[in-house]
T-cell receptor, first 112, second 112 residues
Framework: NAGVMQNPRHLVRRRGQEARLRCSPMKGHSHVYWYRQLPEEGLKFMVYLQKENIIDESGMPKERFSAEFPKEGPSILRIQQVVRGDSAAYFC??????????FGPGTRLTVL | GQQLNQSPQSMFIQEGEDVSMNCTSSSIFNTWLWYKQDPGEGPVLLIALYKAGELTSNGRLTAQFGITRKDSFLNISASIPSDVGIYFCAGPLAGNNRKLIWGLGTSLAVNP
C-alpha cells in the first residue's frame, strides 16, 4: 500500500505565477488535510477535505488560495499570484478517520 | 493560533542515553499523537494515544497520555544516531477532531 504521494517535491515560481500542488492520499483514505510549514516551525493547518467537500478551511488565507478533492484524482492546493511570503513546505496528510494522519513528503515551494 | 507547548526546544545527547520530552496544553485533548520529522521529509507517526493514563510503546519509544488530558510525554531509550530529528506532538482539540494542533517540536541531536 503506497503512502501519501505529493508532487512536485520542489516547485519554483516567479511572483505572480500560479502554483498547483498535488496530493494522492493513501488507498482507502477519504480525508485529506493540507498543512504549511515554515523553517524552524511546526505545521500550520490550512484545510480539511473529504471527497468533493471542503469540511474546514479555517486555516486557508481568504484570497489566492483554494483547495479541492474531486471524486476522481488527487487533491489540489492552488495558489494564485504567488508572493515571496508563500515560500514554504506544504504537506498533505490523509486519514481513514479524522484522528491519525499520515503525511506525504511535502512540496517545497520557492517564490523568486 | 492555538499551539501545544513542547519542551525542551532542543536536546544534545550522547548515543546510548535515554531521552524524555513533553507536551502540554491549557486545553483538554482526547488524542495525543507523536511524530518525527527528518530533514526534507514529512512527519512520520510514531505513537498514537487515545485514553487518559494510557502508556504505549513502539520499540525503544514510550509515550503516555496524561491523566489530566492536558499533557503527554515521549521517552526514547538507548538513543542511536538515527533518532536525530524533530519530534512533534499533535492532537485534535476535544470536541473538534478535524484539524490537528501542533507543538513547535523538540530537536534532537545524538553524538555517536
Amino acid at each position: 500500500n503506497a503512502g501519501v504521494m505529493q508532487n512536485p517535491r520542489h516547485l519554483v515560481r516567479r511572483r505572480g505565477q500560479e502554483a498547483r500542488l498535488r496530493c494522492s492520499p493513501m488507498k482507502g483514505h477519504s480525508h485529506v488535510y493540507w498543512y504549511r510549514q515554515l523553517p524552524e516551525e511546526g505545521l500550520k493547518f490550512m484545510v480539511y477535505l473529504q471527497k468533493e467537500n471542503i469540511i474546514d478551511e479555517s486555516g486557508m488565507p481568504k484570497e489566492r488560495f483554494s483547495a479541492e478533492f474531486p471524486k476522481e484524482g488527487p487533491s489540489i492546493l492552488r495558489i494564485q499570484q504567488v508572493v515571496r511570503g508563500d515560500s514554504a513546505a506544504y504537506f498533505c496528510a490523509s486519514s481513514p478517520m479524522a484522528n491519525e494522519q499520515f503525511f506525504g513528503p511535502g512540496t517545497r515551494l520557492t517564490v523568486l | 493560533g492555538q499551539q501545544l507547548n513542547q519542551s525542551p526546544q532542543s536536546m544534545f545527547i550522547q548515543e546510548g542515553e535515554d531521552v524524555s520530552m513533553n507536551c502540554t496544553s491549557s486545553s483538554i485533548f482526547n488524542t495525543w499523537l507523536w511524530y518525527k520529522q527528518d530533514p526534507g521529509e514529512g512527519p512520520v507517526l510514531l505513537i498514537a494515544l487515545y485514553k487518559a493514563g494510557e502508556l504505549t510503546s513502539n520499540g525503544r519509544l514510550t509515550a503516555q497520555f496524561g491523566i489530566t488530558r492536558k499533557d503527554s510525554f515521549l521517552n526514547i531509550s538507548a538513543s542511536i544516531p538515527s533518532d536525530v530529528g524533530i519530534y512533534f506532538c499533535a492532537g485534535p482539540l476535544a470536541g473538534n477532531n478535524r484539524k490537528l494542533i501542533w507543538g513547535l517540536g523538540t530537536s534532537l541531536a545524538v553524538n555517536p
